[in-house]
Structure formats: C-alpha cells, structure tokens
C-alpha cells in the first residue's frame, strides 16, 4: 500500500499537523505515522502565550495558565499580560489528546517503529525502512527528524537547559505568575538564567537555561539547579518529573530539501524562535498553512516556515550579542519589560506585531549595545 502521507516523527509538530489534516477536506486520506516511541510518557513542557488556548491545546475547558511573569535578577520587573495568557501543555495530555482523536479512524495508522533509512523510487513516492526491516511506501513525507533531511549549522548557539518539577514540604512559590528568567549574576562567557513555572504554592517547574555552543556536563547543571533551588526556595524537596534538551537557535535554514512532496516540520521546518527557543505556537501556524496549501495543491519546493526578514534581522542581532557579549543580555530583557507592557513584547517575541509598534518596543532601549552589534553583523 502507498500511503498519502507519511508523518514520520510524531511529536508536537506531528501530532499537530495530523489534527489540522483531519479537520479539512484531506481528513479522508490514507496516513501512516510513525515514531520510535508509544507516546505513553509525559516527556516535555510545552508553553505559549495567547488571548485563548490554541486549538490543540488539551483540556481547553480547563487550561493551566498566567496573567502574570516576572524576570529577575539585579532588579525585578512584574508584567501583566492584559488580555494574554501564558498557557502550559504536559506533553502526556497533548499526546493522550491526539492519540484518542485518532484511535477510531480506520485511514490512520499508528506504527512504534524507528526510521533508518529512505530512498525514492522511479514513481517519485518515498520507500521508509524501519529498524524491523519494514518498508513503508508514500507520495508525501511530513518529516520532524532532523537525521532524515537536514543537519544543524556548524558552531550554532544552543539553548541548553535542564528542569525539575519538585514539590516541597513548606509554601514558598508565588503562585500567580511565572519567573520567565531569573538571572545568573556576574555572566561573562555564556548567557544563563533560571526559569520556574509555579503551579501552587509547594509545586513548580524550576529550570535552569543556558545560552553556549558546546553542550555543558550534565553533572554541573545538576549542581547548579540543585543549589538554586536550596538557596533560594528550599532544601526539603521532592523531584517528581525532569526535562533536559538542546534547542538549536538560528536563523540559518537546517534544510535543503527541494522535493515539494518532502516537507519538514517543527524545529527543522524553521518553527523555533531563534532568539528565545519557543516553538509551540509556531508549529500550530505553521501547520494551518501547511493544511491550506495542501488542499490548494500547492508545487511550492519549500513550505517551510518562513519568518519575515525583519524578524530575522532581530534575531541574529540579539545572537550576535549572546555569542559576543552575554553579560549584556540580563539588562537588555529587563530593560525590554520595564519599559514596555508585557502583553506587546510577548506580542513581539510571537512576531505577531507590526513595523510600527515594533519601532515603538526598540525605541526605548539603550542603542549603544545594539549599534556594537550591527557593526560586527554576522549571521547566527
């Protein structure tokens, strides 16, 4: 059987895709799905920022959320975000969400098996060899592994992070709004910073992030996270859940895939935000207009995301200067919060404002970093 599309790696840009595909006039073509794992784990958090939940966020009746965050450090900012919500996704609900949505459509097919290979045959369809020696066929590839089509730019800046969910015997979190970055002082060779999402008063998400372009010894982020917590919150605490990866952050395309029958997704499809790492609420654009072009019967050679050139140009600004000089970044976020309403730089950060009130955020900066970092432009 050839299917009509193939989504190999099913993760939130996967998942997200197959919703949209089954809420249009495609919903009725044959899909096979394919990942290495069941999908049974809570594995990540996922977050975003919006008036109201995103159309795959799970539970929409009942949705974990902000009205408020904070950044810390030499000085404390407090921001409300007016009318947006700063929502939070466990990774086990949105995928328990997906897989029930998908479990009584007989043109779905769910294989728990690893790609090692693929090839395309003289029809042009896609030929998937799996780890059991299985051999898939189909005429599009909605691809998420980075190893099948695409590799990460050499000597790139990574978001490098580990966190804890923990649970402590005593209140000690301010559970009405979040700590987006609370900063690591005296930074010089790297920017870092620590992120804590409090669900109630004893529970929260506690992170520690850092901005570098080798990873960091697992052993040292453990150490740090680990005395930040009994420093500033608590010694007596439980670990309930841990999270750990590695976000690329660039501009620079990871793909240079021409076949219009092979699309990437999520963070190789161009979803995440160069310059903070967020990628949710991308992918969920990202896949309506993937959906849109679909039906339309689109030829276009590339249907990644494709940013607008300012937005680019802020970026790597803002790489440039992690990359050169990371001490300087603490007050250029702190700066961007105190002196603007939150709800706009989020707005900003979603790349959903226009020139005018973005000339209105950048306006009220200091210049002298920022003139450094055009003078020595380079592209991140």
Same mark, same amino acid.
């Given at each position: 059987m050839t299917y009509d599309f193939i989504i190999s790696g099913l993760g939130c840009a996967g998942f997200s895709f197959l919703y949209y595909l089954l809420d249009s006039p495609l919903k009725d073509q044959n899909v096979?799905?394919?990942?290495?794992?069941?999908?049974?784990?809570?594995?990540?958090?996922?977050?975003?920022?919006?008036?109201?939940?995103?159309?795959?966020?799970?539970?929409?009746?009942?949705?974990?959320?902000?009205?408020?965050?904070?950044?810390?450090?030499?000085?404390n900012t407090v921001s409300s975000l007016k009318n947006l919500k700063y929502y939070h996704i466990k990774s086990s609900d949105f995928y328990q969400q997906m897989l029930e949505m998908i479990?009584?459509?007989?043109?779905?097919?769910?294989?728990?098996?690893r790609i090692v290979g693929v090839q395309t045959t003289s029809e042009g369809n896609f030929e998937l060899l799996t780890a059991t020696e299985s051999v898939?066929?189909?005429?599009?590839?909605?691809?998420?592994?980075?190893?099948?089509n695409g590799e990460l730019p050499e000597d790139v800046l990574k978001q490098i992070f580990l966190g804890w969910k923990i649970r402590t015997k005593d209140p000690v979190f301010d559970s009405k709004q979040i700590t987006l970055m609370d900063f690591v002082p005296n930074q010089s060779d790297a920017f870092s910073f620590f992120y804590i999402l409090p669900y109630n008063e004893r529970e929260a998400l506690v992170e520690y992030t850092l901005y570098d372009k080798i990873d960091i010894d697992t052993t040292e982020m453990i150490s740090k996270l680990r005395n930040y917590i009994e420093t500033k919150f608590s010694k007596d605490f439980d670990i309930t859940f841990e999270e750990k990866g590695s976000i690329p952050m660039s501009t620079k395309a990871f793909s240079t895939s021409?076949?219009?029958?092979?699309?990437?997704?999520?963070t190789i499809g161009g979803c995440t935000k160069p310059s903070t790492g967020y990628t949710y609420h991308t992918i969920q654009k990202h896949s309506k207009q993937l959906i849109n072009e679909l039906v339309n019967g689109s030829t276009k050679t590339n249907l990644s995301w494709n940013r607008p050139f300012r937005f680019k /140009?802020?970026?790597?600004?803002? +790489?440039?200067?992690? !990359?050169?000089?990371?001490?300087?970044?603490?007050?250029?976020?702190? *700066?961007?919060?105190?002196?603007?309403?939150?709800?706009?730089?989020?707005?900003?950060?979603?790349?959903?404002?226009?020139? /005018?009130?973005?000339?209105?955020? +950048?306006?009220?900066? !200091?210049?002298?970093?920022?003139?450094?970092?055009?003078?020595?432009? *380079?592209?991140?």
């Open positions: 096979l799905v394919i990942d290495a794992s069941k999908k049974d784990q809570n594995d990540r958090t996922w977050c975003y920022w919006s008036p109201t939940p995103l159309d795959t966020h799970p539970n929409k009746d009942n949705p974990t959320f902000w009205n408020s965050i904070a950044l810390s450090g030499k000085k479990s009584d459509k007989p043109n779905i097919k769910f294989v728990n098996d898939f066929s189909g005429k599009k590839i909605i691809n998420s592994i980075p190893q099948l021409t076949n219009p029958n092979w699309i990437n997704v999520g /140009f802020y970026d790597n600004i803002l +790489l440039n200067i992690a !990359s050169r000089w990371p001490e300087r970044l603490p007050d250029i976020f702190q *700066e961007m919060f105190s002196r603007n309403p939150g709800d706009q730089v989020l707005k900003f950060l979603n790349e959903e404002t226009n020139f /005018f009130e973005e000339l209105n955020i +950048l306006r009220k900066l !200091s210049f002298g970093i920022f003139i450094k970092s055009l003078l020595n432009y *380079e592209q991140h």
